[in-house]
């Protein structure tokens, strides 16, 4: 069956990362909210099921907008992989930051379509290059932190009355969910996250 919806994937990599800048990008190209699946997770992770379900559900003929080349994996054949997986199946890809990549172009003569392999398996290079310089550096800042004796990971949260206060009123519903963002100078997920750490009962340590 040829059908002609509009889906898109937006991909960061961690809870504290706002996602809202890509989809404002995607409803701009006409996409609807319900059709825009957002993972949090590294593209190098092998799970990946919002992805991996958003590929099962797409038909020929559907576009599937993403920002850029890297939000289908980290790795260089990993982005080509699922590139041609998804061509196969007669999905459009259209790639915002890099328009010409996308696979609804008229003109598809030879030389085009010469010049856009090229160019995808440049960025397809220089996706997995990056990955790996910033792997890199978390490495050596790891045996580094290591070495000087610094305790790794975040450091803990220390929760203050202002912040109880927040979280109750919020949670006694005195406060709108904006209101306590705006007084605790959270993002949604952060505030969340604030608000489970006040209800937990203090340690017996």
Known sequence: MTTNDKHALIRVS???????????????QGVSREN???????????????????????????????EN??????????ILN??????QKGVIIKILDTPILDTDHTNNDLLSRFIRNIIL????????????????????GIAVAKASGKPLGR??????????????QYQNQEIA????????????TAFYHLCQLVSEPPSMD
Do not use: C
């Open 177 to 188: 969910l904006e209101t306590a963002l705006i007084l605790s100078n959270l993002k949604k």
């Open 155 to 168: 450091p803990k949260k220390v929760i203050t009355a202002k912040d109880k206060k927040i979280v109750r």
């Open 121 to 140: 398996h440049i960025l397809a290079f220089q996706a997995e290059n990056e990955w790996q310089k910033i792997k890199s550096r978390q490495a050596q």
């Open 36 to 66: 825009i699946v957002i993972e949090k997770e590294s593209g190098k992770s092998t799970e990946r099921k919002k992805y991996h379900n958003l590929v099962k559900r797409l038909k020929k003929g559907d576009t599937l907008y993403i």
């Open 14 to 28: 961690t809870e504290e990362q706002n996602e809202e800048r890509q989809v404002v990008r995607m409803l701009k």
């Open 82 to 87: 699922e590139w041609h997986k998804l061509k």
């Open 69 to 78: 080349l890297d939000r289908l994996s980290r790795d260089y054949d990993g």
